[in-house]
């Protein structure tokens, strides 16, 4: 992770110090350096991140519906989330809908990841790459976890230092070519997505899901189908 690098790359700088140049760094410099460091290259993240137009940095407050809404015409929506049992074994998953409801892609996988924050930013992550690839670039993200989203939008030196890389890993996918919004949900309207990451963690191969279709539910696992139907949602 991130910030682990930093620790070790001035740890190592320190060592070289001493040995070759027998200059004597102090714990607390070292700790300072690294944690100047961290700060600089959170600040040169976030200058970056605010010169790119493709995304937007205001957040839809949809948390009063329990309801799922379809997206508007020409926009895919995505819903994600991330599971974690007593064991530390985790499952993400994702759902990609477009403007009537159909199901283009749904994802169950068991995954590892180090917190739930960067285990639901993966999720993210993972339902985008896989929009980007099929070719949308009209993407809407929605999200029970407004944490999360603030993370992704503007990440800061205090956010989750596990999701980090992954929230580096979703900027690098956004270009000027894509418009990509987010939304705060309410749980219930993300019930499909909160469903299939339970489901992922009883999974005992790596990953099961439902890839681009030609009719509705067609070629659908067994074990997603009733949880994609599971949704009643309506037209705004």
């Not at 407004?146 to 992954?166: C, G, H, K, N, W």
């Amino acid at each position: 992770m991130s910030f682990v690098a930093f620790m070790c790359w001035y740890l190592w700088k320190a060592w070289n110090d001493f040995y070759f140049d027998n200059v004597n760094s102090s714990p607390l410099n070292v700790i300072r350096c690294v944690d100047r460091a961290w700060h600089n290259y959170f600040n040169a993240i976030e200058s970056n991140a605010s010169q790119q137009p493709s995304s937007s940095n205001e957040v839809r407050d949809l948390s009063s519906s329990t309801t799922w809404i379809v997206p508007s015409m020409d926009v895919v929506k995505i819903n994600a989330d991330a599971a974690l049992n007593h064991l530390n074994q985790g499952g993400i998953a994702f759902i990609c809908r477009d403007y009537v409801g159909k199901p283009l892609i749904a994802i169950s996988q068991r995954c590892c990841f180090p917190s739930i924050a960067a285990g639901e930013a993966c999720a993210i992550s993972e339902g985008l790459s896989r929009m980007l690839q099929l070719g949308h670039s009209n993407i809407e993200v929605e999200y029970d976890n407004m944490e999360v989203i603030r993370m992704l939008i503007r990440a800061t030196s205090q956010s989750d230092i596990y999701a980090f890389d992954v929230v580096r890993d979703v900027k690098m996918l956004l270009s000027d070519d894509i418009t990509v919004s987010f939304s705060h949900i309410h749980r219930g309207a993300n019930s499909v997505a909160h469903s299939l990451a339970r489901r992922a963690l009883t999974l005992t191969g790596g990953l099961v899901g439902l890839y681009p279709i030609y009719g509705y539910l067609s070629h659908v696992p067994l074990c997603i189908i009733p949880v994609t139907l599971m949704n009643s949602f309506k037209f705004y």
